[in-house]
Every structure is written in structure tokens, then in C-alpha cells.
């Protein structure tokens, strides 16, 4: 914990010298000149591509990343979740929201004593299960919640104040809008407004301004906005691209939906993309085909884009795995399951002649999920090496993480780490949380909660992973925030004054980070509304006893980073913090 004397006043005080314009100071006392601190003591490196430590230094960002043996550690967190994870998102309270199902039958835990049992549809019978549930990250606490529509594989995300949306579902889910927020007992509330078509398998998505839209879902070819609660929907607008992108087994659910810089939307749906203006329902862009077969549900792939450097904002989108177009229907009809993809898609979402480089991973890979790390690292987990997504339609769990290195070399990307015991294969769902950590948990290729007799029974059992970067012999290089004196508010285009502690006593402005993470709402392997912004640092000001106080420059529009609850992280050669949470708005 930091003493807020005297070395925080101290280095406040030091920071507004030196963002000040007293040159003729600066002359006089060179050691008070921003980023040229004379009395640092050599580091680690120092020079462009490889310091002489053998440390690679990332030639997007310019920072030195500390290299570890380490594979990553798992632990069993939870023995017991009460649902199975089909739907997971980390809220801004640090607590982690699980859902599956109300058509699943009895799940694991049933809701709180004097809580009404829901009415199942169609019957005169009561279920009085919970089928969701607030996971504390800490303790393991299941807190159970009560929902009464069925968001079976529906989608979701949070809205700009931090409130969850969840839209869709099945049945009487299907049209459906519910909303949680974060307090100790709050509660999902269903809103009285319904969708305008039938969202099963669709994406949610933000744009700039906030506004969140739906694409997709089984039958629906079209997208719509969902209005703040309450008001009325304006109504689907049709999108043709969705219907000619599918094919017999629908290979183009759950499409992958990005923002670009520009405003507009990257969609990828089976193997095509388009860049589309939401605003005029216009395609403005067609990207080459993605050639290796099916990438979205039932073919799941997994999809993020990669880190956003704020000082040249032309982000990239990566995609891996899937499955082949006539997996599902071999699986379904057959029972056999043919091999998964193996390569992965990348592709710049603004150079006008953008192509895709194709790579090849070490393993093929569907129904994986794909996580921003905070360091810029890219984590590829869970899924199967064969057959579809469905129930009970793929075999051979992959438990082999990857983390894929973008800056690096092609051919030198992927690193497989410790694999888990559990496999996590069909609704399987994963998060980062903010001590850097990742929460697995879910699985279920079964319609009901089977724990007995089936070749993947029901996974009710939560796991953390700690990527390499939470190795022991590296937390000499990890930053500590001192998350009391760090903003919990900034606007667009602000400078982030972010206090912290470092081993290290001295630090080149160069090997820091500072990035925000936006956390996803994580089901059927697709994270939506993921992204990772690298921040511009503007100045880098020691304390005393290896304190410092960074500052970066916030977002400059929401083309960047729409308005919401993100974690902010600084990270030291590859090492990050731990978050702090911050409301962009």
C-alpha cells in the first residue's frame, strides 16, 4: 500500500513541473527534464531488437518484454459454480456473472429462500432453480439470481454505464432484453420492450456513441438497435450479407463484429467480411474471403482484435480455428468427427488493399475462446480439435492454451502452455480478471446437466490460469497502482495520471505500458465487445523509493473506445499491474 506522504504530494507536485514549459528551468536543471532522468541506473537493455539480455523489445510499442521458462499455472478455484457457464461477464464490482439456460432442466443450486419459483413456460409447473448466478472472484461465493426468460445462447455485453444487457435467447427468450446491475442485491429485471426479430445465436455490439446493436441470429438477416430501456424499438433493418453467407448449416451465427476507428463495423460471418456503415446501412468495404473453412457457429472459430496503439490506430483483426463446412452434419448424422481448423486470419481493417496472412497454429482448434491479455498478448483456450459445435458433436478437448505474440515474427507467434485436466469443450466460457489471472469455467455438450454416463459430463468446477507473465521470478518487474490516488473517471482526450510502485529504481519511459481493456461478454467462443487500447504516454515522473507517477493521454473519441467501465493496466517489460477500473465517458 502506497503513503500518500510525502511521496505522492512530492510526485504530483514534480509532475506539474514537468509538464510545464519552463525550458530555461530544464537547461539549468537537466535532471528535472521529462523522459532523460540523469541519475537512472542502467536497465535491462536499451537498444532496438534484442538488448543484451536477449529480452525481445516489441517493434510495435517499443517496450522490452522480460522472457519466462514458465507455461502458466492452473489452480481449481471452485468446485462448485451452482450453473454451468454457457455465458460469462466480468462486471465492474469484480464480480463475474454466469448464466445458462431456464430450458436445461435443474441446475446445481436453487434460488434464495422467499424468491418466487419461475413458471415454465406452457405449464402449470414451478422451477425453482437458479440458472444464473453471481461468482465472486475472491471468495468463490455463489450469490444465485433469478431469470425468467430463457437466454439460452443469447448475447450480451455492458451497456456505457455498466448496467449488463443481455439480448435474445430462445422461445420465450428470443425477443428479450434483461438488465443487471451491480449491487449486493440486485436482481436481473426483464424489460417490458421487445426485440423486433428473433435473436438466438446473434452478436451485440457498441458503437462510438454508445448505442448498442444486435446482428444476427438463426433466421434473422437482419440488425437492430437496442433502445435505452423503456423506449419503444425502432425496428430491424435488413442485411442481406447475413443470408448469403449462410449455407446449409448455417455456418454464419454468432458473426464476429468489430469497431473500427473509422466508426464503422468489421463483420465476419463463415468466411466473408464487410466493413459496414451502421449509420447508412451501407457496405463500404468487401475484404477478401478467409479461405480453410466454416469460422463461425456451429464451425466456431475465435476472433479479437488485436491491441489498438493509440499513436497509429490501425488495428488488426485476428481469427483462429473453425471448423469445415459439413462437420456439424457428419457429427449430427454421422457421428463422426472431422478434424477442426488449424490456422488462424489476420487482416488490417483500414489499409485499402488489406489481405489475410494465414497461420498455422500448433494444434487444430474449435469452440475456442480468444482473450486480450493485458500485456498485448493474445490467449487462445478451451474448445476440441474435432467435429462442431452442438450438442455432443465434438470429440478430442484441446487443453493446450496458446498465447500468440503479434509483434513477433510469423512463424514464432504461438507458445503452448501448461495444458488443464478439465475439458472445457461445447459452452465453455473464460475472462480476464483483474489481477491478470484468467476464470475458466462452463461445459456442457449435454441438453440437461449430466454428471453421470456421458463422455463429457456437465462441468460445474472453475479454474484459474496464470499466464506466464504472473510467473514468480518476475515479480521483481511488476508494477503495483496505487489504486487510491488513480482516476476513476475520465473524459475523451484527458491525461490519465496513473501512481505507482516498481522494484525497479530506475525506469525508461520506453519500457511501460499503460493499456485499457474494455471486459467481454464471452459465450459459444466469441468475446464481444473486446478490445485492448495501448495508450500514448506523455511523461513518466519518479517519486521517491521507487514510486512513479505516469501519464497517459485517454482516448480521443469513442471510434477508439466507446464510452464504459474498462481496466486500466501498466505494465513494466510485458509484467502488468493489477486493473483498476476507470469510467470513460
Not at 18 to 41: G, V
Request: a neutral charge; hydrophobic letters at 35%; one cysteine or more.
Amino acid at each position: 500500500m502506497f503513503s500518500l506522504q510525502p511521496n505522492s504530494i512530492f510526485s504530483l507536485l514534480l509532475l506539474l513541473f514537468a509538464s510545464s514549459h519552463l525550458a530555461p528551468t530544464y537547461a539549468l536543471f537537466p535532471f528535472f527534464r521529462p523522459h532523460e532522468w540523469h541519475f537512472r541506473l542502467p536497465i535491462i537493455g536499451g537498444g532496438a531488437g534484442e538488448n543484451p539480455n536477449g529480452h525481445p523489445r516489441n517493434q510495435e510499442t517499443g517496450a522490452l518484454k522480460v522472457e519466462t521458462n514458465s507455461l502458466g499455472k492452473w489452480e481449481t478455484f471452485s468446485k462448485n459454480s451452482g450453473v454451468s457457464a454457457m455465458h460469462m461477464q466480468l462486471m465492474p464490482n469484480n464480480k463475474v456473472i454466469m448464466f445458462d439456460a431456464t430450458s436445461l432442466g435443474k441446475s446445481d443450486i436453487q434460488l434464495p429462500p422467499g424468491v418466487p419459483c419461475r413458471q415454465i413456460r406452457n405449464t402449470g409447473d414451478f422451477d425453482c432453480f437458479a440458472h444464473s448466478v453471481e461468482f465472486d472472484v475472491v471468495t468463490a461465493d455463489v450469490r444465485p439470481l433469478k431469470v425468467l426468460t430463457d437466454p439460452w445462447c443469447s448475447s450480451g455485453g455492458l451497456a456505457s454505464d455498466g448496467t449488463l444487457v443481455s439480448t435474445g435467447g430462445w422461445a420465450d427468450g428470443e425477443k428479450s432484453i434483461r438488465y443487471l446491475t451491480s449491487c449486493e442485491t440486485c436482481d436481473w429485471r426483464e424489460s417490458p420492450v421487445k426485440l423486433s426479430d428473433s435473436r438466438w445465436y446473434a452478436t451485440q455490439a457498441m458503437l462510438a456513441d454508445g448505442r448498442i446493436v444486435l446482428f444476427g441470429g438463426r433466421g434473422a438477416f437482419s440488425y437492430e438497435f437496442v433502445t435505452p430501456e423503456g423506449q419503444l424499438s425502432p425496428g430491424k433493418i435488413d442485411l442481406p450479407f447475413l443470408q448469403q453467407t449462410s449455407d446449409l448449416y448455417e455456418n454464419n451465427l454468432y458473426p464476429f463484429v468489430h469497431l473500427a476507428p473509422d466508426g464503422n463495423l468489421f463483420i465476419l460471418a463463415n468466411n466473408k467480411a464487410i466493413l459496414l456503415d451502421v449509420k447508412n446501412n451501407r457496405i463500404v468495404k468487401n475484404y477478401p474471403d478467409l479461405p480453410g473453412g466454416a469460422r463461425n457457429y456451429p464451425g466456431s472459430a475465435c476472433s479479437a482484435i488485436l491491441p489498438i496503439d493509440l499513436k497509429n490506430p490501425d488495428p488488426e483483426v485476428l481469427v483462429c480455428g473453425g471448423g469445415q463446412p459439413l462437420a456439424f452434419g457428419k457429427a449430427e448424422k454421422e457421428g463422426v468427427f472431422l478434424p477442426a481448423l488449424d490456422t488462424c486470419g489476420r487482416i488490417s481493417m483500414l489499409q485499402p488493399n488489406a489481405q489475410w496472412e494465414i497461420e498455422k497454429m500448433p494444434s487444430p482448434r474449435i469452440m475456442g475462446d480468444m482473450l486480450n491479455l493485458p500485456n498485448g498478448e493474445i490467449l487462445i483456450i478451451n474448445g476440441a480439435k474435432k467435429g462442431a459445435s452442438g450438442w455432443q458433436y465434438a470429440d478430442e478437448p484441446n487443453l493446450t492454451p496458446l498465447i500468440y505474440d503479434y509483434y513477433k515474427p510469423a512463424g514464432q507467434r504461438f507458445k503452448e502452455l501448461k495444458p488443464s485436466r478439465i475439458p472445457r469443450m461445447y459452452h465453455s466460457t473464460s475472462a480476464v480478471l483483474p489481477d491478470g489471472k484468467i476464470l475458466v469455467a462452463g461445459s456442457n455438450t449435454n441438453p440437461s446437466y449430466q454428471f453421470k454416463g456421458v463422455k463429457f459430463p456437465t462441468e460445474l468446477q472453475v479454474e484459474k490460469l496464470s499466464p506466464p507473465y504472473l510467473d514468480a521470478k518476475l515479480q521483481y518487474y511488476r508494477p503495483e497502482i496505487n489504486t487510491i490516488l488513480v482516476p476513476k473517471i475520465s473524459g475523451y482526450g484527458m491525461q490519465i495520471v496513473i501512481p505507482f510502485k516498481l522494484k525497479k529504481m530506475s525506469v525508461q519511459q520506453e519500457d511501460i505500458n499503460v493499456t485499457m481493456y474494455q471486459p467481454p461478454f464471452t459465450t459459444h467462443g466469441y468475446s464481444m465487445n473486446q478490445r485492448l487500447l495501448d495508450l500514448t504516454i506523455t511523461s513518466l515522473v519518479p517519486g521517491f523509493m521507487g514510486t512513479w507517477n505516469v501519464v497517459a493521454q485517454a482516448p480521443t473519441k469513442g471510434e477508439l473506445a466507446p464510452p464504459g467501465y474498462y481496466l486500466l493496466f501498466v505494465n513494466y517489460h510485458g509484467v502488468p499491474s493489477v486493473g483498476s477500473w476507470i469510467h470513460l465517458q
